[in-house]
């Protein structure tokens, strides 16, 4: 692999590496300023991460190699100094490493594991040398950090808003709201209440709810109006309330924006950000929208109905705003991530670990620790349920959770439990979701779904990986939680406890990306198995049933979860076209 410039480097590179973000800080933010760049922001939008990639393919690679000299510049310039250089420091060496390799691959001594399996390290790594893990995944951390820490919500000042929160986390579970939403919401009002206090100089004692969004009366008391003009009365001081909550509504929406700039949001972050607002809003107006004529949509509040036009703004602007990373990089075909699922399965089934010394060729055999084949059994389980089924969102597979979402026994309309069978042979796996438990539940209800018996080419079933996993090597990762899954961490801070999307999301991309060097997401899982649909000529009935699996609309299905190219959509139309000249007939003395 040869680059022409450092832009082709770089671009090629946040294309196969999940810490993207980083090198482009590394190198955009404190090193290419010295070669005559300007970064314009503490958080560069999509649109300055282009210009900043084109402006380095004008820069040779060769220049690359005095890059940590430049850098080391900059930051005398801007006496910068600390954990900020040295971190950045370290990641463009690591650019810079990955370049040299990358051009100039060294075969390395292998480790290899069961020679039966000899894809092990067979992957597109090999020639880079150390694989690619959770080291290389650093948290990201962009620009000033301005949220609420918890250490000063445990002060004493702050202790009426942590009230408020604790009354708005009670007020959400009573709405069926899950955990992971209510704790997103709570995040998005430190962060914001943060730059109040940080940037705009609130006090702390003076902080809470009604600073996010504001709360608007919206009729005047009627006790106050007497006499025979009272009702007019009323109504005059009714249009004055709604017109002052109205221009109220419109400052509120000002600081919000004052705050995005800050913050640099993209279309996206914005419209997670206002979805939290609009939560925070029905919660402080829940005793003042008028139910007996608005119901639950607060429509009559002016705040609400402004975040709402300003979050569908932010959905047009994220409609319009194309991936940094085109999907078709950061994707694979469907096929082919099955058989990352089978190499896994196979993984799975190694209990034997070999080392070969590739100068003497001598191999020496031990047997293979409980917990790493405790680890590659779960790394399938995870691959096998997002295959066997319709791909699941993340948090199916993380809450995941035995006689809760996971059942045994059948499911014929009515669930009857393993112990009630007449024959318990032939209990199978089901998926039970409630409302609470997926994001679209309120809209399609208590949903159940078998698990199938997959039978594997080598004449192993699911049921027994599943089986072994809960009889044998579960426990092994001692887990301390009723959850399916567990974390396999060697770290004792997370030893034992359930995994989070942010686990789930690691094990796939790392698993793809050691087989296929493409490291994908369960969402992008989601999209390559509509994809595949599409581009196979599914029917209407499967469409309509892989839907009815993935929780989602059709519509949905068509716009957000098919990628397929214009040339794969026109397919079908020209080879219709094509076959139909084939069918022509007539006479030739007509």
């Excluded at 290899?112 to 390290?121: E, G, T, V």
């Excluded at 704790?183 to 100089?201: F, K, M, N, P, V």
């Excluded at 932010?314 to 699922?341: C, H």
């Excluded at 196979?536 to 299905?557: C, F």
Aim: hydrophobic share 35%; with cysteine; charged share 25%.
């Amino acid at each position: 692999m040869n680059f022409n410039t450092v832009g082709d480097a770089l671009e090629q590179y946040i294309r196969d590496r999940p810490d993207a973000a980083q090198i482009r800080t590394a190198i955009l933010r404190y090193t290419a300023p010295i070669w005559g760049y300007t970064p314009l922001g503490k958080r560069m939008t999509h649109a300055e991460i282009a210009d900043g990639i084109a402006f380095l393919k004008t820069i040779p690679i060769a220049q690359l190699e005095t890059a940590l000299e430049a850098q080391k510049t900059w930051f005398a310039q801007m006496g910068i100094s600390g954990s900020i250089s040295r971190t950045n420091r370290s990641y463009l060496k690591r650019l810079i490493e990955w370049t040299k390799t990358a051009v100039q691959p060294k075969r390395k001594r292998q480790r290899i594991k069961n020679p039966i399996a000899p894809y092990r390290f067979r992957t597109v790594l090999a020639t880079y040398g150390v694989l690619y893990g959770k080291h290389d995944r650093p948290k990201r951390r962009v620009g000033q950090v301005v949220k609420l820490s918890a250490q000063e919500l445990a002060e004493d000042s702050l202790q009426p808003l942590k009230t408020e929160l604790a009354a708005l986390a009670t007020w959400m579970k009573r709405q069926g709201f899950a955990p992971k939403t209510i704790e997103r919401t709570i995040d998005s009002i430190l962060e914001l209440l943060g730059w109040y206090h940080r940037i705009q100089a609130i006090p702390a004692q003076k902080l809470n709810l009604a600073l996010c969004t504001g709360v608007h009366s919206i009729r005047p008391q009627m006790s106050r109006f007497s006499g025979e003009e009272a009702h007019q009365q009323y109504v005059t001081a009714q249009l004055q309330v709604k017109e002052q909550a109205k221009q109220q509504a419109a400052e509120t929406i000002r600081r919000i924006q004052d705050f995005f700039a800050f913050r640099q949001a993209s279309p996206s972050r914005r419209a997670s950000h206002i979805t939290n607002l609009i939560r925070v809003a029905k919660f402080l107006h829940r005793n003042i929208t008028d139910r007996t004529s608005y119901g639950d949509t607060y429509n009559d509040i002016p705040i609400i109905t402004r975040l709402r036009v300003y979050q569908n703004q932010a959905y047009a602007d994220r409609a319009q705003t194309a991936e940094l990373i085109p999907f078709g990089a950061k994707s694979i075909p469907w096929e082919r991530f099955l058989e990352v699922v089978e190499k896994a399965r196979l993984e799975a089934e190694m209990t034997v670990t070999c080392q070969v010394d590739s100068r003497t060729g001598s191999v020496s055999y031990s047997p293979r620790p409980a917990h790493a084949i405790a680890h590659s059994l779960q790394t399938f389980l995870i691959l096998a349920f997002l295959s066997i089924r319709p791909p699941d969102r993340s948090r199916t597979l993380y809450e995941l959770e035995m006689g809760k979402t996971l059942l045994r026994g059948k499911y014929d309309g009515v669930f009857t439990p393993v112990e009630k069978l007449a024959d318990p042979a032939e209990a199978e796996w089901i998926l039970r979701l409630k409302p609470e438990d997926y994001k679209t539940g309120k809209i399609y209800g208590e949903f159940y779904s078998v698990i199938k018996n997959v039978e594997f080419r080598d004449g192993q079933k699911l049921y027994d990986y599943i089986d072994r996993w809960l009889n044998q090597y579960r426990a092994t990762l001692t887990p301390n939680h009723n959850r399916f899954f567990t974390s396999a961490s060697n770290n004792q801070q997370f030893r034992g406890k359930p995994l989070t999307s942010h686990s789930i999301r690691s094990a796939i991309q790392h698993i793809t990306y050691r087989f296929t060097g493409v490291g994908v997401t369960t969402k992008d899982i989601r999209r390559m198995y509509v994809t595949h649909l599409k581009e196979s000529g599914a029917s209407e009935a499967i469409l309509e049933a892989a839907r009815w699996e993935m929780h989602h609309s059709r519509e949905m299905q068509a716009k957000v979860y098919n990628k397929q190219s214009g040339y794969s959509k026109s397919a079908p139309a020209l080879a219709l076209n094509q076959s139909l000249f084939k069918k022509v007939t007539f006479h030739l003395n007509q």
